[in-house]
Each structure stands twice: as structure tokens, then as C-alpha cells.
Antibody, heavy 120, light 111 residues
Framework: QVQLQESGPGLVKPSQTLSLTCTVSGGSISSGGYYWSWIRQHPGKGLEWIGYIYYSGSTYYNPSLKSRVTISVDTSKNQFSLKLSSVTAADTAVYYC????????????WGQGTLVTVSS | NFMLTQPHSVSESPGKTVTISCTRSSGSIASNYVQWYQQRPGSAPTTVIYEDNQRPSGVPDRFSGSIDSSSNSASLTISGLKTEDEADYYCQSYDSSNPVVFGGGTKLTVL
């Protein structure tokens, strides 16, 4: 059974960089065919896809966030990470990592989510 | 870019059937698979339908998905409603330029 677990600071100051890591267990992040995604959900709102990475390092980002987002992968640790720069209060959200089968939004495994609050 | 539009909320009584629609703004709904996710309060989403009409193992057959090219929409139908079905439901699809697009979500109330 594949499990994903987000980790990182729950509080980030405005203008700083939000950094989260997703640790994958029960399966290899290097398995072909899967895209490792970040998705967020503003309080009381819907789902917003941030981007994904393939184990080879190829990435694709949501155009609305592309200028501030970096997703990276560490296959040796079976982890992938999110960095979101120049954050504001509008980036306060629950951040989920998830496994996407084929890169078209079919998410079969999700992390539990982690709330990140942007505040001074 | 295309959008997926869902009703903000729907409600129905236990034992009844409810259908949630998801209308694609541009491009053919039939050209790219649609997934449906259920999200209960405080929990991560889970898949109830993938590839238009496929149910993951463990999802009861009360859940079904379909697409209608004439209205360019997808639908999630839940029959024999149970109180445990009360949740938010999101449709999701994609195209060559947009790998992941979510609908705005529909709050299902079972009263």
C-alpha cells in the first residue's frame, strides 16, 4: 500500500519561500508511469493543482503559479518537494501531495494534507 | 484554457438518486477522461470514478459516471443515497495544454 506524507513548516512569513516535502512509502518514486503532484485547497474552497514531477525530473506547472513554483525529486530518499516563493496570505491553504497515474489527473493516492498559514 | 463548471450544491433524501453535472467550457468532454473525487470534511479527496465511468475497487456500485457529448458534460450519479455520501464532489479532466483541471466542487447534502 502506497502512502504519502507531507512535512514542512506550518507557518511561513509573507515574502518568504514555502517549502514542503512529500515522503513516499510502500512504493518507489522511480516507478514509471506515475507523476508526483502537489495540489492545494484554500480554506473552504476547491482544489487547485500546483504541478507535478516525473521521477526523471521533468516538471509541469500550473501556469497561474509557474513563476513562483519549483518542484524537485530526490529518488534516493523517495521524496519530492515543493517550493513556492514570495508567498502572501493568499497562499494560505492545505497542501496535498498525490500520485497521478499517467499525468492526466487520475490521482490514486493522496497524502493527508498539511495546513500552511502565511502570516507575520 | 477550459473550465469545468459544477453546481455549487445539491441535496436529496436518503435512498433517493442524485446526479451531479460537470460541464466543460471548451473542447470536447469526450476527448479526455473525467475523474470524480469525493472529499469528506477534514479528509483528503478519494477517487469514486476514473476514466469517465470506472469505479476503483472498494467504491460501491451505487456510484456511476457518464458523459454526454450533446451537453458537453459529465455526470456523477449516486443511487440509494446514504448519509455517509454527504461530502464535496469534484470532477477533473485535462487536455494537451492543461494536465489537470478541477471543477469548482459540489456540496452534496443528504437530508
Amino acid at each position: 500500500q502506497v502512502q504519502l506524507q507531507e512535512s514542512g513548516p506550518g507557518l511561513v512569513k509573507p515574502s518568504q519561500t514555502l517549502s514542503l516535502t512529500c515522503t513516499v512509502s510502500g512504493g518507489s518514486i522511480s516507478s514509471g508511469g506515475y507523476y508526483w503532484s502537489w495540489i492545494r485547497q484554500h480554506p473552504g474552497k476547491g482544489l487547485e493543482w500546483i504541478g507535478y514531477i516525473y521521477y526523471s525530473g521533468s516538471t509541469y506547472y500550473n501556469p497561474s503559479l509557474k513563476s513562483r513554483v519549483t518542484i524537485s525529486v530526490d529518488t534516493s530518499k523517495n521524496q519530492f518537494s515543493l517550493k513556492l516563493s514570495s508567498v502572501t496570505a493568499a497562499d494560505t491553504a492545505v497542501y496535498y501531495c498525490a500520485r497521478d497515474i499517467g499525468g492526466s489527473g487520475h490521482f490514486d493516492y493522496w497524502g493527508q494534507g498539511t495546513l500552511v498559514t502565511v502570516s507575520s | 484554457n477550459f473550465m469545468l463548471t459544477q453546481p455549487h450544491s445539491v441535496s436529496e433524501s436518503p435512498g433517493k438518486t442524485v446526479t451531479i453535472s460537470c460541464t466543460r467550457s471548451s473542447g470536447s468532454i469526450a476527448s479526455n477522461y473525467v475523474q470524480w473525487y469525493q472529499q469528506r470534511p477534514g479528509s483528503a479527496p478519494t477517487t469514486v470514478i476514473y476514466e469517465d465511468n470506472q469505479r476503483p475497487s472498494g467504491v460501491p456500485d451505487r456510484f456511476s459516471g457518464s458523459i454526454d457529448s450533446s451537453s458537453n458534460s459529465a455526470s456523477l450519479t449516486i443511487s440509494g443515497l446514504k448519509t455517509e455520501d454527504e461530502a464535496d464532489y469534484y470532477c477533473q479532466s485535462y487536455d494537451s495544454s492543461n494536465p489537470v483541471v478541477f471543477g469548482g466542487g459540489t456540496k452534496l447534502t443528504v437530508l
